[in-house]
């Protein structure tokens, strides 16, 4: 098993410009998140799913759009880049409560 | 609204001296506790949750909910050990977890 598989690993954008990050996983799990790490700030819940066809914002979801048309894979997509946006991004799985199985992140640079 | 605190940014031991990473946190309801660490160039991963009640690689914590605490222990640091550990919080039957701002560990030789 893969478990939690993210794409691209690095990523360089321009301010304006739009992108989606992939999180794919092959454990059938029902719930899937994307979080943001900063310096200082820990890690901090953008959007998450509790399966397919569901999602829901979390603590910082300005910028970003997500769907979930399978049970496997969960975009992220930013619409228009922000320097504000950069930040390394980690994709997460679970079976059950508390116990998240994280993907190798995708730094971001917006610039 | 739940929140996690983690006091320390860093914390440097030296190799065989006891670790204490800190954490408190804010809830209402039955709180679910957990410790991820993350070491260099690995995935995020889950060390240990409060209601196991073991000792993962040596380290162990007790959940106070008397002093909201849930710090992580253990009797004599190793060099790898070494690692950003985040103490995260969820609520009873939910999915969603609260991280703190994380603890970078160095374990001096």
């Known amino acids: 098993n893969a478990g939690v598989t993210q794409t691209p690993k690095f990523q360089v954008l321009k301010t304006g410009q739009s992108m989606t990050l992939q999180c794919a996983q092959d454990m059938n799990h029902e719930y899937m998140s994307w979080y943001r790490q900063d310096p200082g700030m820990g890690l901090r819940l953008i959007h998450y799913?509790?399966?397919?066809?569901?999602?829901d914002q979390g603590e910082v979801p300005n910028g970003y759009n997500v769907s979930r048309s399978t049970t496997e894979d969960f975009p992220l997509r930013l619409l228009s880049a922000a320097p504000s946006q950069t930040s390394v991004y980690f994709c997460?799985?679970?079976?059950?409560?508390?116990?998240?199985?994280f993907g190798e992140g995708s730094r971001l640079t917006v610039l | 609204a739940q929140r996690v605190t983690q006091p320390e940014k860093l914390l440097s031991v030296f190799k065989g001296a006891p670790v204490e990473l800190k954490c408190n946190y804010s809830?209402?309801?039955?709180?679910?506790l957990f410790w991820y660490v993350q070491y260099s160039r690995q995935r995020l991963q889950l060390l240990l949750r409060?209601?196991s009640r073991e000792s993962i690689k040596g380290f162990t914590a007790d959940l106070n909910k008397g002093e909201t605490s849930f710090h992580l222990k253990k009797p004599f640091a190793q060099e790898e050990d070494s690692a950003m550990y985040y103490c995260?919080?969820?609520?009873?039957?939910?999915?969603?977890?609260?991280f703190g701002k994380g603890t970078k560990l160095s374990v001096i030789p």
């Open positions: 799913s509790v399966g397919a066809g569901i999602t």
């Open positions: 409060h209601i």
């Open positions: 997460a799985s679970s079976y059950t409560t508390g116990e998240l199985f």
């Open positions: 809830y209402s309801g039955s709180p679910e």
């Open positions: 995260a919080l969820g609520g009873a039957g939910s999915y969603q977890l609260t």
